[in-house]
């Protein structure tokens, strides 16, 4: 999910829902599958697109959670490795 806005023109409640979405999100639901994803020897929890690194305006909601999930999954990864 994205909202397409200049950065000054994101209010509070656009970040909720952008970040709410697509990082609480995989935040929430990653866990639960975790031994499913054991379970089939899933190397990779989480996906994302690398665009996050070309700063493409107006897209810092969507950018800025990319950023935040990638970093997630290399938590959860370090956290879960066995």
Do not use: C, Y
């Not at 970040?19 to 639960?32: C, D, E, F, Y």
């Not at 994803?37 to 493409?56: A, C, E, H, N, Y």
């Amino acid at each position: 999910m994205n909202i397409r806005k200049e950065i000054l023109a994101i209010t509070e409640e656009d970040w909720d829902q952008v970040l709410s979405t697509n990082l609480k999100g995989v935040a929430v639901l990653l866990p639960g599958g975790r031994p499913h994803l054991v379970q089939q020897k899933v190397r990779q929890g989480s996906s994302t697109s690398l665009d996050f690194l070309v700063p493409w305006p107006p897209a810092a909601g969507l950018r800025g959670q990319q950023g935040g999930l990638i970093q997630l999954t290399r938590v959860m990864a370090t956290e879960w490795r066995p």
